[in-house]
């Protein structure tokens, strides 16, 4: 697997957190590149007065967006953005550096996974009060279609033609250019406003299977392992370590699958399959998030920990 990170920054921050490969490779002509790692909240989270985000005001911790990623075709001069973040701004900036594609002023795509604040707020960013964007393709489900363009601020993004809505359909193949496609999939999760989905990647030679938020795998139609076995890299919902990780609060009615849930999944699955896993959407609570011990021990194990700036070549 050649999973690197985009600049040296970063190279001294993963190598510091358990990272698994430190070389630097920004050639490839297709790949995704990670521009956030956090839940909804970030790191550090607004209120939070716990030891977790005290490390961040110490100095003893760099702060973490939200997750997203993005997707460079070189081939084709195109890239898209996967989740539309309250670091848009800032993941706008990266995904650019990082393709170094001429005259690249705005996303050829953003692909959305539902309505929860995380993962759509960010396109405010696209407005007249900022980008001023022009008929940005967004994809989205059907019920998210219907929320954006029936609610404001997000409705005005539709009527100033900011951004176009593409509806998409549950497991459709959408062809972004001849190097690559996505496939939007359901996904059970807290669907209060729009459905949820993963996403596979595709191109002629990689796959890559992304799902930032679900419930418990359990809750899934589809069973977490077979999916891993038939991808070459699968970024999953990592959003608590473990139960217990928030006191005083009842764990079982928060449906996210914690690291040691899926790790226990994969147990008796051949090395080659743990490697495939990337944990993301970390919670700030997480200490697969900023301890040192505990990023270790997961790693140990044989999985990966996704890191703001890692590059998964797809080429």
């Known amino acids: 697997m ?3 990170p985009a600049n040296l920054l970063l190279l001294v921050i993963l190598f510091e957190s358990c ?3 430190t070389t630097i490779d920004t050639s490839a002509e ?3 590149i990670v521009l956030g790692v956090a839940q909804d909240g970030g790191y550090p989270q607004a209120g939070c007065e716990k030891a977790c985000c005290k490390l961040y005001f110490a100095g003893q911790h760099k702060s973490e967006k939200v997750v997203a990623l993005g997707i460079v075709d070189r081939k084709s001069n195109k890239v898209w953005v996967i989740e539309a973040t309250p670091d848009f701004g800032e993941q706008w900036r990266a995904v650019k550096d990082y393709a170094k594609i001429p005259n690249l002023t705005k996303p050829d795509g953003i692909f959305l996974t539902h309505a929860h604040i995380g993962h759509y707020t960010g396109l405010m960013q696209l407005g ?6 022009k008929d940005v393709p967004v994809y989205v489900m059907p019920r998210m279609k219907k929320f954006l363009s029936e609610h404001g601020p997000w409705s005005q993004l539709v009527d100033f033609n900011n951004i176009q809505l593409q509806e998409m359909k549950d497991d459709s193949v959408i062809h972004l250019t001849r190097n690559i496609s996505i496939t939007p999939f359901l996904v059970p999760h807290r669907d209060e ?3 949820t989905v993963g996403y596979r990647i595709n191109s002629e030679n990689t796959s890559l299977l992304f799902i930032p938020d679900i419930n418990k795998w359990e809750k899934w ?3 977490i392992v077979s999916e891993v ?3 070459d890299h699968a970024i999953v919902d990592a959003s608590f370590y473990k139960d217990g990780e928030i006191p005083g609060r009842d764990m079982s009615e928060i449906l996210h699958p914690f690291i040691e849930e899926t790790m226990k999944l994969f147990l008796m699955a051949e090395k080659v399959q743990k490697e495939k896993v990337i944990f993301i959407h970390l919670n700030h609570t997480n200490p ?3 301890d040192s011990k505990t990023r270790k021990d997961i790693t140990s194990s044989g999985f990966k920990i996704a890191a703001e700036g890692d590059i998964i070549p797809l080429n």
């Open 288 to 290: 697969a998030l900023w």
């Open 2 to 4: 050649n999973f690197r």
């Open 193 to 195: 406003y729009s459905e």
């Open 19 to 21: 990272a698994v490969d």
């Open 30 to 32: 297709l790949s995704v």
């Open 128 to 133: 007249h009060e900022a980008m001023g964007a």
């Open 229 to 231: 076995s038939k991808v």
């Open 221 to 223: 139609d589809r069973d």
